[in-house]
C-alpha cells in the first residue's frame, strides 16, 4: 500500500516544529529573580536565603537594575557569613551603587570590603568622584609605568574643577555678574547684569522725579525679580548642579583616561 504523499509532506513539516516546542527558552532574569524570591520566602536556612538573596541581586543586575539589586543586597544578613564573603557582598553593593550614580557610596563600601587594593583604577575615579584629588592622583600614578602616561594624569589633574560652595556664591551675588562667573555662566551674569542696571534705574528715576509709589513699590518689585530671584537665589540653588556636573565630567576623563591605559 503506497503511502500518500500529502501524509509525507505533513510529517516532514510536523517534525521540525515538533522539536523546535520542546526546546526550553531562556529563562528571563526578573523571572528568574521571582523565582528566587520564592527561595528566600519558602526557606527558614540562613544560608539558602542568602545564597537566594545574592542571586536574585544578579538577576537583577543582568536586567539592569541596580537600584533593585542593591536593594535586595541590602536583605543579606551579613552576619550569617564568613568575612570573605562578607566582602564579596560590599563589593557588589560598591558596583551596583556606582552604576545607581550614587559614587559617595560605592566608595563607601569598597573601601569597607577591604579589596580596593584589587581595583585601583575604580578605587582612583570614586576618589575623584569624592573631591579627594590627592589619593586620586597618587593612586592613578601608581597604574602607570611610562613617563607619557604620567605625565597625562598629572595633566589632568592640574585641570581638576574647584567646587563651589554656597556662601561664596551668595556674597559674590552682590557684585552682578561675579556670582555667574562664579559658577561658570558668564553670559548669564552679563545679562543680570543689564537687568539689574535697568531696575536700579528705573528705581532711581522714579524717586528723583518724586514719583514715590512707582521708585518704591514699583522698583521694589523689580530689583527683587531681577536682584534676589533671577540672580541670588539662582546661583546659590545652582551650586550643586555645578558642582555635580563638574565632577562627573571630571571622573569621566579620568575613566576613559585609565581605560585607555589598560588600567581599568
Same mark, same amino acid.
Given at each position: 500500500?503506497?503511502?500518500?504523499?500529502?501524509?509525507?509532506?505533513?510529517?516532514?513539516?510536523?517534525?521540525?516544529?515538533?522539536?523546535?516546542?520542546?526546546?526550553?527558552?531562556?529563562?528571563?532574569?526578573?523571572?528568574?529573580?521571582?523565582?528566587?524570591?520564592?527561595?528566600?520566602?519558602?526557606?527558614?536556612?540562613?544560608?539558602?536565603?542568602?545564597? $537566594? =538573596?545574592?542571586?536574585?541581586? &544578579?538577576?537583577?543586575?543582568? !536586567?539592569?537594575? +541596580? %537600584?533593585?539589586?542593591?536593594?535586595? *543586597?541590602?536583605?543579606?544578613?551579613?552576619?550569617?557569613?564568613?568575612?570573605?564573603?562578607?566582602?564579596?557582598?560590599?563589593?557588589?553593593?560598591?558596583?551596583?551603587?556606582?552604576?545607581?550614580?550614587?559614587?559617595?557610596? $560605592? =566608595?563607601?563600601?569598597?573601601? &569597607?570590603?577591604?579589596?580596593? !587594593?584589587?581595583? +585601583? %583604577?575604580?578605587?582612583?575615579?570614586? *576618589?575623584?568622584?569624592?573631591?579627594?584629588?590627592?589619593?586620586?592622583?597618587?593612586?592613578?600614578?601608581?597604574?602607570?609605568?611610562?613617563?607619557?602616561?604620567?605625565?597625562?594624569?598629572?595633566?589632568?589633574?592640574?585641570? $581638576?574643577?574647584?567646587?563651589?560652595? &554656597?556662601?561664596?556664591?551668595? !556674597?559674590?551675588?552682590?557684585?552682578?555678574?561675579?556670582?555667574?562667573?562664579?559658577?561658570?555662566?558668564?553670559?548669564?551674569?552679563?545679562?543680570?547684569?543689564?537687568?539689574?542696571?535697568?531696575?536700579?534705574?528705573?528705581?532711581?528715576?522714579?524717586?528723583?522725579?518724586?514719583?514715590?509709589?512707582?521708585?518704591?513699590?514699583?522698583?521694589?518689585?523689580?530689583?527683587?525679580?531681577?536682584?534676589?530671584?533671577?540672580?541670588?537665589?539662582?546661583?546659590?540653588?545652582?551650586?550643586?548642579?555645578?558642582?555635580?556636573?563638574?565632577?562627573?565630567?571630571?571622573?569621566?576623563?579620568?575613566?576613559?583616561?585609565?581605560?585607555?591605559?589598560?588600567?581599568?
Amino acid at each position: 500500500m503506497r503511502t500518500p504523499l500529502s501524509f509525507i509532506i505533513c510529517i516532514c513539516l510536523f517534525v521540525p516544529f515538533s522539536i523546535n516546542g520542546q526546546e526550553v527558552p531562556d529563562e528571563n532574569p526578573l523571572e528568574e529573580a521571582l523565582r528566587w524570591e520564592r527561595v528566600v520566602f519558602s526557606s527558614e536556612d540562613p544560608a539558602t536565603v542568602n545564597s $537566594a =538573596l545574592i542571586a536574585k541581586a &544578579e538577576c537583577y543586575s543582568r !536586567a539592569s537594575l +541596580p %537600584g533593585d539589586a542593591f536593594k535586595t *543586597l541590602e536583605r543579606v544578613r551579613l552576619y550569617f557569613l564568613d568575612p570573605e564573603e562578607v566582602s564579596s557582598v560590599l563589593m557588589m553593593k560598591s558596583r551596583y551603587s556606582k552604576e545607581s550614580g550614587d559614587m559617595g557610596a $560605592a =566608595l563607601g563600601f569598597l573601601e &569597607e570590603s577591604g579589596r580596593a !587594593a584589587e581595583c +585601583p %583604577g575604580l578605587y582612583s575615579v570614586l *576618589l575623584a568622584s569624592s573631591w579627594r584629588f590627592t589619593e586620586a592622583r597618587e593612586q592613578a600614578l601608581r597604574l602607570v609605568a611610562t613617563d607619557a602616561g604620567k605625565d597625562a594624569v598629572i595633566g589632568l589633574f592640574r585641570k $581638576a574643577p574647584m567646587q563651589r560652595k &554656597e556662601g561664596v556664591a551668595s !556674597a559674590l551675588s552682590f557684585i552682578p555678574p561675579a556670582g555667574q562667573i562664579y559658577l561658570g555662566r558668564p553670559w548669564g551674569g552679563i545679562l543680570s547684569m543689564i537687568l539689574n542696571a535697568g531696575a536700579a534705574g528705573f528705581t532711581a528715576y522714579e524717586l528723583i522725579s518724586h514719583d514715590w509709589v512707582s521708585g518704591f513699590l514699583g522698583g521694589g518689585l523689580l530689583l527683587n525679580e531681577t536682584f534676589f530671584k533671577a540672580n541670588m537665589e539662582k546661583n546659590i540653588s545652582s551650586v550643586e548642579e555645578f558642582n555635580r556636573r563638574s565632577i562627573n565630567e571630571f571622573t569621566l576623563s579620568l575613566e576613559e583616561l585609565l581605560d585607555g591605559l589598560g588600567r581599568l
